[in-house]
């Protein structure tokens, strides 16, 4: 089994999530008396006012078995979130509980995807996507509550009649990040899956090359690995890595708090982009090495310039030993250019090969100084 305790990770992301949904004030909140000609344009004002209303009677009967009837309760949210006639404090409300029971289905997703991921298994692609989209899914319903609820003029109505609103917005934005979190480590979980594959690829393609110097036993495990993975001896380890490849990139784009007070600055958040970026970088240079010696030199040098052009927001999650493994790669690509260009049959190619050999050097020139810098 792949990850962190499925226990640990649930009770941190489920206890958020509750912490978003306060309660639907017309179960506790008495009757206040109106005011001759007072027009209540809030529920947090005079819940009574509203609570004949059939959209709020079917919310509040939903909302005590939301865990349970989950379907039958985001129905009842999306009717009282679409009828103009209530309180926009009451629909913004609407607009958090329904966030947060569609993060606990994507929690649900979750549990069933990492109890079917294996090593030694195929990869579920099925139950990944289903748990990546439900994800995806919650963060957009949280991000929706969010911006309904820091509305300015919303705000200035509510607060004086519910002065926890703040914290509400506050913990609706965490709660916010922590789905972008669930679906990051999803994906970390693929990235881990296909790396290893790659690596049992990358085994049977050096035992098939002369002087690979893989022994027959580490040939056999690598073919036996993949085999319990769904592969065969023939799987070229190119499009194992570039499934890596495309899952860090939306790793990286995923993992961004547009909504904390200060844009980008969630710690754990910005550990998870690190840490995708650094993973890019390693991904991409291996892919680069499996296209050169494939023969795909203009798809090498695109692979090289990506990984040198990565710098991760904490430079120290791409070691020493992997800024290495990414000069060494490059360099590689770059002979592999000159030679291309001093043998071409055309001036044409020889151009090609050069303006390939200068965007390289370039990169490289830009990596090396980087590096330098952070000494």
Not at 79 to 107: C, M, Y
Not at 210 to 226: I, K, Q, R
Request: glycine share 4%.
């Amino acid at each position: 089994m792949l990850g962190a305790p499925r226990r640990l990770l649930r009770q941190r992301q489920w206890q958020l999530a509750r912490s978003a949904v306060p309660a639907l004030r017309q179960q506790q909140a008495p009757a206040t008396p109106p005011q001759l000609g007072k027009r209540f344009v809030t529920y947090a004002e005079n819940p009574a006012k509203w609570q004949t209303d059939p959209a709020v009677m079917m919310y509040g009967q939903l909302l005590a078995v939301r865990d349970t009837q989950q379907e039958a309760f985001l129905v009842a949210a999306d009717t009282l979130r679409g009828s103009e006639n209530l309180p926009r404090d009451l629909r913004a409300s609407a607009s958090r509980a329904r966030a947060t029971v569609l993060f606990q289905k994507a929690i649900s997703d979750l549990n069933g995807f990492q109890a079917e991921l294996s090593f030694d298994k195929p990869f579920p692609t099925e139950l990944f996507d289903k748990t990546v989209e439900a994800a995806g899914v919650a963060a957009k319903a949280y991000g929706e509550a969010v911006e309904e609820s820091s509305d300015k003029s919303l705000r200035a109505e509510v607060e004086p009649h519910c002065p926890e609103w703040p914290e509400v917005i506050a913990a609706i934005t965490n709660a916010y990040n922590e789905v972008l979190k669930l679906r990051a480590e999803v994906q970390f979980r693929q990235v881990s899956w296909y790396s290893r594959q790659a690596e049992h690829a990358r085994v049977l393609r050096d035992a098939a090359r002369p002087g690979g110097n893989v022994s027959s036993d580490a040939a056999s495990e690598a073919m036996d690995a993949l085999g319990l993975a769904g592969f065969d001896a023939t799987t070229e380890e190119m499009p194992l890595l570039e499934a890596v490849v495309k899952a860090c990139d939306s790793i990286v784009e995923g993992c961004y708090d547009k909504y904390s007070e200060t844009p980008g600055s969630d710690p754990a958040l910005k550990a998870l982009r690190s840490r995708a970026q650094a993973l890019l970088a390693l991904s991409s240079k291996d892919l680069a090495v499996a296209q050169a010696m494939s023969h795909q030199l203009s798809s090498a040098v695109e692979s090289t310039v990506r990984a040198l052009k990565v710098r991760p927001e904490d430079p120290s999650l791409l070691t020493k030993e992997g800024a290495e493994q990414v000069r060494a790669a490059a360099q590689g690509v770059f002979e592999l250019c000159g030679r291309e260009m001093r043998g071409a049959e055309t001036q044409k190619r020889a151009e090609e090969a050069s303006l390939w050999a200068a965007r390289v050097a370039e990169a490289l020139a830009m990596f090396d100084g980087w590096q330098k810098s952070l000494k």
